[in-house]
């Protein structure tokens, strides 16, 4: 069970650890917007390890890169149209890196004909929360602040142990198929159950799966036979008929 006093302190100490705190200083004395996002704010609450740490701000590729250049042993911007750049900050107390993933907010649309996105750029944190799969990955930890933002209720879904979509499921999925396949990797992962509603979506909307290249279906399959509980998943694919399709 979820202990929300001790998944506060989790944040907390996420928030003043040595890269959070030296990028959050760094993005405030530029003007700019910076918050965690996603998987490191869910394991924090959970109390599960935090392998990757990614952010989101309201400053674009151009001004991310001039602001982590200064505090970086090196950047990359392979994600830039994406509005994505990696960088490898330096601790200041022990000068070793970690790396991290920082994004412009999006505010993209889907054609349904593939998964991939029109990119737009988005100004505030919330929408930019709306995009994401599940409601437990749509929360966000601004720093320095350490305000966690929490639109759709990924709190509540965590202490009761399920998965559900921000949006329509049938919205959400018919956007990027390739979700059903990562609510069974997260069922099994986080040992949640997936809302009903949910799972009747997936069941609808399975063979919208063919969009997705099989690489992509690959990559999930090997992710959720990495997790501790794989039956759990598998099942929820047979059940909805997606195994059939790959």
């Known amino acids: 069970m979820l202990n ?18 030296t990028l959050a200083a760094a993005f405030a004395r530029a003007g700019h917007e910076l ?10 609450l959970l109390g599960r390890a935090i392998n990757d740490l990614d952010f989101t701000t309201d400053a674009h590729a151009d001004a991310i890169l001039k602001i982590v250049k200064p505090i970086s042993t090196a950047q990359w911007d392979v994600g830039r149209e994406f509005g994505t750049i990696g960088a490898r900050i330096r601790d200041p107390r022990t000068g070793l890196a ?3 993933e920082i994004t412009t907010y999006r505010a993209d649309s889907y054609d349904g004909v593939t998964r991939r996105p029109t990119v737009e750029f988005g100004d505030t944190l919330e929408p930019d929360l709306a995009r994401c799969d599940f409601t437990v990955n749509a929360m966000a930890l601004r720093v320095p602040a350490r305000t966690l933002v929490d639109p759709s209720g990924g709190v509540e879904d965590l202490i009761a142990r399920t998965l559900r979509t921000p949006a329509d499921p049938r919205i959400s999925f018919g956007d990027d198929p390739l979700r059903m396949l990562r609510a069974a990797r997260f069922s099994a992962q986080l040992g949640f159950e997936v809302e009903p509603a949910t799972v009747e979506a997936m069941n609808e909307l399975r063979e919208t799966l063919s969009i997705v290249s099989p690489e992509r279906i690959q990559a999930e399959l090997v992710r959720l036979l990495q997790t501790d509980d794989q039956v759990r998943g598998i099942r929820l694919l047979v059940d909805t008929g997606l195994m059939e399709l790959f």
């Open 35 to 44: 918050s965690i996002v996603g998987g490191p704010v869910r394991d924090a």
């Open 4 to 21: 929300m006093a001790e998944g506060v302190a989790r944040l907390g100490a996420l928030a003043e650890s040595p890269i959070v705190a």
């Open 98 to 100: 970690e790396q991290v």
